[in-house]
């Protein structure tokens, strides 16, 4: 690798977007749930904050297009960022009053709707011709070092001082990386004289050429709504309840917490080394790996007894090298199956779906268990939901193949 070329500059403010508007806007919210419902929100209602945030990313995706459009990517990215970094500031003032986190939760969820997958998926295509899968991985394990470093964190620095002083803190260091990635990014390689990383000008000519004028059918695309809306239900819900799975399985909540962190670390390896598997071995090989091991790992729930812990490390471990598929895989995907000319608006289909299947789907465990009081049958249920999806995707790809210009 050159890794001296800019684009890797670019990666990594990527990687801190993921970071910010993904891991800090989203996954940091389940932390902070506990202390905030401590001050008399009511279940229902902190749970309502997460719905709220999911909505909005939900709704943000539709107007993507037009929005950057309208700005270029860096400004953009820039104004969702920086929303990202005040509602921390929103939550901080709310004391026990709901519907101030509400509001809240309005502007996390735009940032995290605006200013991640879309964007940065633009931004990776526009600088990387060479080892794109690895940038795509490398930038998406910025959220899984969200859950594993800020975490306990954040959680030491509410017990230890306030949730007002965490919160204050989030907002400063998301502000100062907003900062940062604005100063670094740029949309194309041109604005820095440059060429992207990977093209040489012997191969600019042809890399410029028109791509084959490929479009799936709205049939097919229906049925990748499918897939991503399956996709969505399986990847939003199962990571929230694997600590009431191992807890209701017989567990302490000691190991509970052990898998969760064992967990997010095997999320980190697998982003970074998913894409990398993919630049070797194409992405839909890749794709069926990673199915096949999430697939797997969720059958594992019929080895825990509530003694035995090596079928809980196993499904942690299996788990969390699957999971990748759900960022790295959309904007891999959207590459594969579309024309150059057409990506933007096949990834913005695929994210629609991806964030309307978690609204829907993330409330189904807690029903199941409401009347069965266990969540294995849950991960049974997402194991059936990704087998669904795997065959849409080789449907889609067998279709591309065959129709390839």
Not at 248 to 254: D, R
Not at 280 to 287: A, D, E, L, M
Request: charged residues 10%; hydrophobic residues 50%.
């Amino acid at each position: 690798m050159k890794r001296g070329h800019y684009a890797w500059a670019v990666c990594f403010a990527c990687l801190l977007l993921f970071l910010c508007n993904m891991g800090l806007c989203s996954n940091i919210l389940t932390v902070y749930l506990p202390f905030i419902e401590a001050r008399g929100i009511s279940d229902g209602m902190g749970s309502a904050i997460l719905s709220v945030r999911c909505l909005f990313s939900f709704l943000t995706t539709f107007f993507l297009s037009v929005y950057y459009k309208k700005v270029s990517l860096r400004h953009g990215i820039l104004i969702a960022s920086l929303i990202g970094a005040v509602f921390p500031l929103v939550f901080c003032v709310a004391g026990s009053n709901p519907f101030i986190y509400y509001l809240g939760a309005i502007l996390a969820g735009f940032s995290y709707g605006a200013g991640v997958i879309y964007p940065v998926s633009l931004l990776l295509s526009n600088w990387f011709h060479a080892h794109h899968g690895f940038a795509v991985g490398l930038s998406a394990a910025g959220s899984g070092v969200a859950t594993m470093a800020f975490s306990p964190l954040l959680s030491s620095v509410v017990v230890r001082f306030s949730l007002e002083t965490a919160f204050i803190a989030q907002a400063v260091f998301m502000a100062l990386c907003t900062v940062l990635t604005y100063l670094i990014i740029r949309d194309t390689p041109a604005e820095k004289g440059i060429l992207p990383y990977g093209e040489s000008k012997e191969t600019v000519a042809a890399d410029h050429a028109p791509s084959p004028d490929f479009t799936l059918p709205r049939g097919m695309l229906w049925m990748l709504a499918l897939m991503m809306l399956l996709n969505g239900g399986a990847g939003l819900a199962f990571s929230g309840h694997l600590g009431v799975l191992t807890r209701t399985s017989g567990y302490s909540a000691e190991l509970a917490a052990s898998l969760i962190s064992l967990f997010g670390l095997m999320l980190i390896i697998s982003k970074l080394v998913a894409g990398s598997i993919a630049d070797r071995i194409g992405s839909k090989q890749c794709s069926i790996l990673l199915f096949l091991i999430f697939i797997a790992g969720c059958f594992f729930v019929f080895g825990m007894d509530g003694s035995n812990t090596f079928w809980c490390f196993a499904l942690a471990i299996m788990l969390g090298l699957g999971a990748s598929l759900f960022n790295v895989g959309p904007p891999l995907w959207a590459e594969d199956l579309s024309s150059r000319q057409q990506y933007a608006k096949t990834l913005k289909w695929l994210q629609i779906f991806y964030n309307l299947g978690g609204i829907i789907f993330t409330v189904v465990p807690g029903l199941i268990a409401d009347h069965t009081h266990e969540y294995k049958s849950s991960f049974v249920l997402f194991a059936v939901m990704m087998t669904l999806s795997l065959l849409i995707l080789l449907w889609a790809y067998h279709y591309r193949e065959k129709n390839l210009p």
